[in-house]
């Protein structure tokens, strides 16, 4: 029986470290969202939460162009970690950073000239109406400085230091819990004072980040190119980003038109009911959120190392703990439906109309979650137009349904809301399978079932006979390769040194587990790709040339390798070492 090569030892590991500290982030960013509510709620009144609610739509479409950006350049800079396209990474960072801030910072220049009369539009309800007044123009500026956090956190965690931004966003909810004491309950500024306590806990979240990204070596440089470049770049992040933008546009209808029947069927009472869903669907988060940003973090840069077996062992354990969580999210929320009610506020009566409402609503936790999952992979890898169609599929299955019960029986309202999602989550996995077995792909996720032709992967045990195996293995494998013989022999010295010396250290440091060697037959270059747990340790570093009193033997490999490879670049991502040996041809 032959030995599997690829296990998910480097995976399994990146994932916990990334995901720990995106968990840790969700919990914290969705605490302050939770507890500003709440201190609000309570001090502004029970319909605060209800104008903040009203005001999502138009957050969205002031943060709109920016996520749009974002979201394409998040995938297309992941990649190029992955492929060590460095200049285009800085290039994406430059841009997108500039576009978002301008472009956003006009949007909601604009939107705050007009916030009375959006606020008309919005709703004419005589207990929500000046509370969204208010609240539009603070909240405006505030939704600029989130975009632009959003998107530098984002950077940084591809960069490999997700728990830089969970301390991030730790400095922003205890910003913004103590501004909001001061603002919305010592100084009584009410709404006002809520959305002003968001933009300055913004503001501390930037400057958290500064002292990272001036440290040497920076992650990322900021260069201003040329305006025709510049368009260029923009133009390519928009276009991966259109699927996000779809997303968002789809939200924004949905959540008006859920706010508008809801509304009209059930008044304020009713928009608390949605309000306190709302909460409740991104407490269900917690967890599942932080596995969903782990596919595009992770995941894109297993894409652009051409890591396929990688790929699909990450999305089988992100599957697993996204279903899982929603499943024991569900169950509490079933059980005990009146406890977010009670945490926002609501008096008895509240209570009693809110609770068979919130049970119902429960129930739709599991099919978001399978549909966000899948939408998240489709765009990772290049599927985009999948992923619009399942957030159009949003509006098709919860707000048309919603539509027609609000004519015929208002009283079902929310029970229509599960039974839509269960419907497109069905549709998805339908036509997910139907494409699988075209294209010879994954039944579910649509990604290739075997690693690509110009591209191979093993996982190697710190057992010399396993890394003789192994090594052999490989050089079989990259014999169908076209290399001339004198790349051939480049290849396989440096497949053996680095080998070699990746299980000598293993020894040495008495590691467990296995370490990861993927090659990679690209046009213009050979990769060989080595990853392994442990404490960072960067040999380009500890090598300088011309020191040559200081060498000792565990170095001696790394010598060879640079004198045998053109270029060789490391990184430390996600408590991974990551060394990157290239042979051009």
């Known amino acids: 029986m032959k030995v599997e090569e690829r296990n998910s030892y480097i995976i399994n590991h990146s994932l916990r470290v990334y995901l720990v500290a995106a968990v840790l982030s969700s919990i914290v960013n969705q605490l302050n969202d939770t507890i500003d509510g709440i201190i609000v709620s309570n001090a502004v009144g029970a319909d605060a939460i209800s104008a903040v609610t009203l005001a999502y739509p138009i957050s969205w479409i002031v943060t709109l162009v920016g996520s749009f950006i974002t979201s394409g350049a998040v995938l297309l800079m992941a990649p190029a970690f ?13 841009v997108s950073l500039v576009s978002i801030f301008l472009i956003n910072g006009l949007l909601a220049l604009l939107l705050g000239t007009l916030a009375e009369p959006i606020a008309h539009l919005l709703t004419d309800e005589d207990r929500l109406l000046p509370l969204l007044i208010d609240y539009l123009p603070f909240a405006f500026i505030a939704d600029v400085l989130m975009i632009v956090l959003f998107c530098l956190t984002q950077f940084v965690e591809i960069s490999g230091k997700p728990r830089l931004v969970t301390m991030c966003l730790l400095s922003i909810s ?32 930037l400057l958290t980040l500064v002292p990272y990204l001036k440290k040497r070596p920076q992650p990322f440089q900021f260069h201003l190119l040329q305006a025709s470049k510049s368009a260029n770049v923009l133009g390519k992040c928009m276009i991966r980003g259109l699927p996000d933008v779809v997303g968002n546009i789809a939200m924004i209808v949905l959540f008006l038109g859920m706010n508008t029947i809801v509304l009209n ?3 304020a009472d009713g928009m608390f009911i949605l309000s306190v869903c709302l909460q409740t669907l991104s407490l269900s988060f917690l967890i599942t959120g932080g596995a969903g940003s782990a596919i595009s973090g992770i995941g894109g840069v297993l894409c652009g190392e051409q890591d396929w077996a990688g790929l699909n062992r990450l999305l089988d354990s992100i599957s697993r703990i996204m279903v899982g969580g929603t499943v024991i999210s569900t169950i509490v929320l079933f059980l005990f439906p009146s406890i977010m009610a009670r945490v926002f506020g609501a008096d008895e009566a509240l209570l009693a109309v809110s609770e068979q409402p919130l049970r119902m609503f ?15 992979i489709y765009v990772v890898i290049d599927k985009g137009f999948l992923s619009s169609a399942v957030q159009v599929g949003m509006i098709l299955f919860i707000l048309l349904p919603a539509l027609a019960v609000s004519y015929v029986n208002p009283s079902y309202l929310w029970e229509s809301l599960p039974i839509g999602m269960w419907l497109l989550m069905i549709c998805c996995i339908g036509i997910s399978y139907y494409l699988s077995r075209k294209e010879l ?13 110009d591209s191979h992967a093993v996982s190697v045990k710190y ?7 192994k090594l052999k293995d490989l050089l079989f ?22 080998m070699i010396n990746q299980y000598e250290m293993g020894v040495k440091e008495q590691k467990e587990g296995t370490f990861d060697v993927n090659v990679i037959d690209e046009p213009e270059r050979f990769t060989i790709i080595v990853k392994d ?10 090598y300088k040339p011309g020191d040559i009193e200081d060498i000792d033997e565990d170095r001696l490999s790394i010598m060879m390798i640079q004198g045998i490879c053109d270029e060789v670049n490391y990184k430390y991502l996600n408590g991974i070492n990551c060394l990157y040996l290239n042979i051009k041809k």
């Open 174 to 205: 205890a910003a913004n819990i103590l501004l909001d004491l001061l603002l919305v309950v010592v100084l009584d500024g009410g709404m006002k004072g809520a959305a002003i306590a968001t933009a300055l806990s913004a503001l501390a979240g």
């Open 463 to 469: 057992d010399f006979n396993d890394v003789q195996q």
């Open 362 to 376: 429960s129930l739709i936790l599991i099919p978001v979650v399978v549909v966000s999952l899948l939408s998240e």
């Open 82 to 94: 992955g492929s060590q396209q460095y200049g285009k990474v800085n290039n994406i960072f430059t």
């Open 441 to 453: 792909t994954h039944w579910l996720y649509l990604t290739p079932l075997i690693g690509c032709v």
């Open 477 to 498: 494998y990259i014999s169908i390769f076209d290399l001339d013989e004198e790349r051939m022999k480049s290849v396989e010295h440096s497949l053996e040194e680095v």
């Open 265 to 267: 069927t059930q008044g």
């Open 533 to 542: 747990v442990g404490r960072a340790y960067n040999p380009l570093v500890s």
